[in-house]
């Protein structure tokens, strides 16, 4: 008996495939249509925003980049530099591209900057640290 081949490939379940095909026009995309390869269809089939927030991440925490000393030794302590650095990124900078057009600002300004958290309506200022730590939030634990 000679030796078997490759095994057969098998789907595995709860695993999927997307395509996103760009339509364009003179060098600008101006359609992008998500085909289902394998699997069935999802909701948001794009990981960029997934990405997008592990890029910010391994950039504000040395201990996600590799090749690195900087690391936590406790969880609690690695907890607590991630909270921080989204609270910095979505709470305490401003970012220019979230800024609203107002009328009637000082100095003839016609925008006013925002943060992320400004923008999608759950604060109506930018925080300050203190203000981050002493608000009374709930901690969530593992049970």
Known sequence: MGKRGRPRLVP???VGLTQAVKRRCR???VGVEVLCVLGSPIACPY???GERLNGVLRDCLNGLTRQTHAFAKRVCLWDAAVVLCVF???WW???WCWRAR???LLEGRRYRR???AMAIGL???IWSWEEFLTYGHYHYSKG
């Open 93 to 95: 900078c401003l970012r």
């Open 88 to 90: 910095e990124r979505n």
């Open 27 to 29: 060098g600008k995309v």
């Open 102 to 104: 107002v009328d009637g």
């Open 114 to 116: 925002r943060s992320p």
């Open 47 to 49: 990981g960029v925003h």
């Open 12 to 14: 595995t379940a709860r």
């Open 123 to 125: 604060t109506d200022h």
